[in-house]
């Protein structure tokens, strides 16, 4: 049963309005979120991505359209917003800012500290939230934060916002600027928590990050949605995307490519391990004809 | 707006690029305006010269093609001290009790010179601050810290660091917008973990309980790029003002000494009427 978490209609947004300094970031989207699901948000710099994803934990409320989470309708300004903000967690686009305290611990316990957990169960739910996502409570709680290298902060960013217990959790550029190693642990994470049923909405202009996570994609230009559909779909479609400043994932290219050379190698893989079954299903079928 | 636009409501040293003949102008000439204006109008003593200096001042935003709306807007946010201000010279400074007494009571007395006095603190503070928000409309703060720096040259043999201190200045009024989307994302960090930001109540001692746990990080934040910036700056080779050329060579033309005068002209006046 798959239930609607959330529900955008139509969401415009200008920033400071009503000065020389105005700018459309939205200009009429839509996007839907339903329960369990990994949904992608892509476009290029300045597409409004970030601006749509501030929206979905009511950081902004809808200057013009519908923003529904959870069912609670954000037009309303008497609508308490911290049951929202609490429910669907944000980690930022440069994550290792969101973290404000000094010590780790302490930057992961804000949250719970806030919902009222004390004592045992505020560390309990510490160490729950710091091992969820690799980072050994015992070893990091009392480290400084600013100590930490880009990968932990992201991870210690990411186990603040799990450590809510949210039942979204929003991704702006998880990987960027991550080394390889830490990008591939952090996509393991990710992958982790969808697999226990948290609904994702991950925005990225790294393609392989998309096709590894997401099941749908919306794809942004301009403030408005230029593309969506499931994620196989909107990825197959190089021309269109290089069109929208964007590319499809490498592996697509390369099968591509192969295409034209005219090796009849089939299906839609998006990552190097379909790709992988689908060049020894086109070998296997050379070899026994 | 939203509750967390910090950097919508800074319209202090904002530069609003054009290409208006006052954005073309020197920026000396346009400091030195800005500095007889300020004189002119901090020693003014009658309606009509305080008149005149709005009317200028109007003037000198028309010719810039800043929206009124827009200019207004900083002025807007200091109404209610002005107000606060204006109803204080009018009750209580007793310098002020001079001309016909039109009401009285206990130790209030309102008389017409206290009146007159309110309404030209009030006007004052007005035209004080659209003539600054004009200078920094029109002069961009690159403009602004070499016309600064050359006006301060003179000084360098009483030993006054001239450049040390126009970099000082601009590296000040840079930051203000920074600090100001730094307030912006910590709020947002701190709302998206259930910390109590925005929302529907808040009266003013609760939006400075909800203030207080910004500072710190933001302190220390500004402090992180302070150090950043000093490191970028000697890996680039600045070793301070001694022996740097400049990069924008200012010229006075004929335009700029001509509105000089102009503005030098209309500042007598505003203080003589």
């Given amino acids: ?289 | 707006m939203s509750e967390f636009d910090f950097l919508g409501q800074v319209t202090i040293g904002q530069y609003l690029p054009g290409d208006s003949p006052l954005h073309r102008m020197d920026p000396r000439a346009k400091l030195l305006m800005a500095l007889a204006w300020i004189a002119a109008v901090v020693a003014c003593r009658s309606l009509l010269g305080m008149a005149l200096a709005a009317l200028a001042v109007a003037a000198g935003l028309w010719v810039a093609r800043i929206p009124a709306r827009f200019a207004l807007r900083s002025v807007w946010r200091a109404l209610p001290f002005l107000a606060l201000l204006a109803v204080l010279q009018v009750l209580v400074m007793p310098g002020n009790r001079t001309g016909a007494v039109l009401w009285q009571w206990w130790i209030v007395t309102v008389t017409t010179g206290g009146l007159l006095a309110g309404a030209l603190l009030v006007a004052r503070f007005v035209v004080l601050i659209l003539a600054i928000s004009l200078l920094s409309f029109t002069t961009g703060t690159n403009d602004l810290m070499h016309g600064l720096e050359h006006l301060l040259r003179p000084l360098q043999r009483l030993g006054l660091p001239a450049h040390e201190l126009a970099l000082t200045f601009d590296i000040a009024l840079r930051s203000v917008p920074l600090l100001a989307l730094e307030a912006e994302r910590l709020a947002k960090a701190q709302a998206s973990r259930g910390g109590e930001f925005g929302g529907a109540k808040g009266g003013a001692i609760r939006r400075v309980q909800q203030a207080l746990p910004l500072l710190v990080p933001l302190f220390l934040g500004a402090l992180q790029r302070a150090e950043r910036l000093a490191l970028a700056m000697e890996a680039r080779g600045y070793v301070g003002g001694r022996g740097r050329t400049q990069w924008v060579a200012l010229r006075m033309r004929s335009a700029d000494y001509v509105a000089l005068a102009l503005v030098l002209g209309i500042a007598v006046a505003v203080v003589l009427v």
């Fill in chain 1, 1 to 289: 049963m798959s239930e609607l978490l959330i529900d955008v209609r139509g969401l415009r947004h200008t920033y400071m309005p009503g000065t020389p300094f105005a700018s459309i970031a939205l200009d009429g989207v839509d996007f839907r979120l339903e329960s369990g699901e990994t949904v992608g948000v892509v476009g290029s710099t300045g597409a409004g991505k970030s601006t749509l994803l501030q929206h979905l934990n009511g950081l902004y409320r809808p200057q013009e359209g519908e923003v529904h989470v959870l069912g609670r309708d954000l037009r309303d300004p008497g609508q308490d917003l911290r049951e929202v903000r609490r429910s669907v967690g944000l980690v930022f686009q440069r994550p290792e800012q969101q973290i404000f305290s000094q010590y780790v611990g302490d930057d992961v316990a804000y949250g719970p500290r806030l919902l009222g957990l004390a004592g045992e169960a505020l560390r309990e739910r510490v160490r729950w939230a710091m091992d969820l996502v690799g980072l050994g409570f015992l070893d990091y709680k009392d480290r400084l934060t600013w100590t930490l290298s880009g990968g932990e902060q992201r991870k210690a960013a990411l186990a603040g916002v799990l450590a809510l217990q949210p039942r979204v959790l929003i991704l702006d550029e998880p990987t960027a600027g991550l080394d390889p190693q830490a990008r591939l642990g952090l996509l393991d994470d990710l992958r982790r928590l969808r697999a226990e049923g948290l609904a994702l909405v991950v925005a990225s202009h790294n393609m392989e990050d998309i096709a590894l996570l997401a099941d749908r994609l919306y794809v942004l230009q301009g403030g408005r949605v230029a593309l969506e559909g499931p994620a196989r779909q909107v990825l197959s479609q190089g021309e269109r995307l290089r069109a929208l400043g964007l590319d499809a994932p490498p592996v697509v290219n390369l099968l591509q490519a192969l295409r034209d050379l005219g090796v009849s190698v089939g299906g839609d893989s998006l990552t190097l391990d379909e790709a992988e079954e689908a060049l020894a299903a086109w070998l296997d079928g050379r070899r026994s004809p």
